[in-house]
């Protein structure tokens, strides 16, 4: 189990004192700039892999955060709007 960093204690505070539009915002913020940092780690995790398995596994995984980044994306600009 990993330890939280002081950034992500801060960021948990709030998202813990946020409500309504501000926590919606707060959380599609930050699943959008979490799923792109995954992504570039599944990418370069990609490029020094040595088994088969674990580069398909990625290949189909990296899609399906990149549709779940988009959609982030989609509504956060729906909330700013």
Same mark, same amino acid.
């Given at each position: ?8 204690? $801060? *960021?948990?505070?709030? *998202?813990?004192?946020?409500?309504? &539009? /501000?926590? @919606?915002? *707060?959380? =599609?913020? #930050?699943?959008?700039? /979490? ?7 599944? #990418?370069?995790?990609?490029?020094? &892999?040595? @088994?088969?398995?674990?580069?398909? *596994?990625?290949? !189909?995984?990296?899609?399906? =955060?990149? $549709?779940?980044?988009? =959609?982030? #994306?989609? =509504?956060?600009?729906? !909330? #700013?709007?």
């Amino acid at each position: 189990m990993q330890r939280e960093t002081g950034r992500e204690k $801060q *960021l948990e505070q709030r *998202l813990t004192s946020a409500s309504g &539009a /501000d926590f @919606d915002r *707060l959380f =599609l913020q #930050q699943t959008s700039t /979490d799923h792109e940092s995954l992504i570039r780690e599944l #990418q370069k995790d990609r490029e020094d &892999a040595s @088994d088969n398995e674990r580069e398909a *596994l990625i290949d !189909k995984v990296i899609p399906i =955060l990149e $549709q779940h980044q988009e =959609l982030a #994306q989609i =509504l956060l600009k729906r !909330k #700013q709007a």
